[in-house]
């Protein structure tokens, strides 16, 4: 089984991952986690060029492609052999992300990124996708010290990559789970908990 977590930024999605992992870990039941962009020597280093904020020359398809190219490189090093094993890999963002952001609020549109990832994802898709929905205004977001080129974005463009999100979910098969953050974090795990064993995803 094959889970992504995505949202806007600030929504507590560390966390969450954090206290599924912790679940997961007191209940005996193995998992691989990744996060995007990242979590290969190359996807770290691909990650770097992305989000450094001083460079702003970067093109928003130079973007898409270099999230895509670290994509590749996590799909062909850990996700599909970690799949073909048989085993659980939870995914800290992955092509939702870059529908929403490059997608949508980059304006590049969602068909070319999916031609762009199509590729890279190599057949890997999630089966299950829980998708913190809060809105960029609602969230924790201001109270975070801003320092790489995707956080230092205007609060418009931010609201573009909810709308973009929402967008998506809205046309799709059914494979996003819409999680309302509640205030007291354990609350919002159980739900994440209570999803993912609905779905037969973990036990
Ligand atoms: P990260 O620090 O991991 O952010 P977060 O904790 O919010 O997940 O940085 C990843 C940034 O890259 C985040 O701003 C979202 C953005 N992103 C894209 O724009 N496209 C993508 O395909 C991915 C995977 C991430």
């Known amino acids: 089984m094959f889970v ?4 806007c930024e600030g929504v507590g999605k560390s966390t969450q991952l954090k206290l599924l992992k912790d679940y997961l ?26 989000l450094n904020p001083q460079n702003t020359a970067m093109t928003d398809m130079t973007e898409a492609l270099l ?38 609020a980059r304006g590049l549109g969602a068909d070319t ?18 998708f913190l929905d809060l809105r960029p205004s609602q969230s924790w977001r201001t109270f975070k010290i801003q320092d790489d080129r995707m ?5 418009a463009f931010h609201d573009k ?7 998506e979910i809205e046309t799709s098969n059914g494979r996003f789970v819409r999680i309302k953050p ?5 609350v919002t795990s ?8 609905e779905r037969g995803a973990i036990k």
């Open 182 to 186: 509640d205030f007291d974090r354990n």
């Open 67 to 104: 999230y895509a190219a670290s994509r590749a490189q996590l799909v062909r090093e850990v996700i599909k052999p970690a799949l073909e094993r048989g085993e659980l890999v939870v995914c800290d963002r992955y092509v939702d992300s870059s529908i929403a952001y490059q997608g949508y």
């Open 25 to 50: 870990e007191a209940t005996g039941q193995h998992a691989v986690y990744v996060r995007e962009p990242g979590s290969t020597e190359i996807s770290e280093q691909i990650r770097k060029v992305i």
């Open 151 to 155: 956080e230092l974005e205007s609060s």
């Open 4 to 7: 992504s977590f995505e949202g």
């Open 190 to 197: 159980q739900r994440i908990i209570d999803a993912l064993r």
């Open 113 to 130: 990124i999916k031609q762009i990832n199509a590729p890279a994802m190599d057949g890997c898709l999630p089966d299950v996708t829980i």
């Open 161 to 167: 990559v909810y709308e973009g999100y929402i967008s």
